[in-house]
Nanobody, 117 residues
Framework: VQLQASGGGLVQAGGSLRLSCAAS????????MGWYRQAPGKQRELVAV???????NYADSVRGRFTISGDNAKNTVYLQMNSLKPEDTAVYYC????????????WGQGTQVTVSS
């Protein structure tokens, strides 16, 4: 398994969850990592990513509530999700986007996040 996501679950609105994505060392590059989500009947969308220069980008809908972080020593990326809303309900996927070093995208298996109202 190249990317293993975990940490999803059921939480009440206003609660918090932390997702983890453990990557194989051969593909991990923090500046290429990110989180996406897909709600039922909707397209997959960007949630939070590291940019190629090491900064971060967030979807407008999560900015100020979610934080992406990473641990190079553990080849792991995290997504801290606070003040969760029912509209955050989705399957969350970690991603290692293609770069000049690895010319393909990698996706984790997804972890379900359900926020009840």
């Amino acid at each position: 398994v190249q990317l293993q996501a975990s940490g999803g679950g059921l939480v009440q609105a206003g609660g918090s969850l932390r997702l983890s994505c453990a990557a194989s060392g051969s593909i991990f590059s923090i500046k290429a990592m990110g989180w996406y989500r897909q709600a039922p009947g909707k397209q997959r969308e960007l949630v939070a990513v590291f940019t190629s220069v090491g900064s971060t980008n967030y979807a407008d809908s999560v900015r100020g509530r979610f934080t992406i972080s990473g641990d190079n020593a553990k080849n792991t990326v995290y997504l801290q999700m606070n003040s969760l809303k029912p509209e955050d309900t989705a399957v969350y996927y970690c991603n290692r986007r293609r770069t000049v070093e690895l010319l393909r995208d990698y996706w984790g298996q997804g972890t379900q996040v359900t926020v009840s109202s």
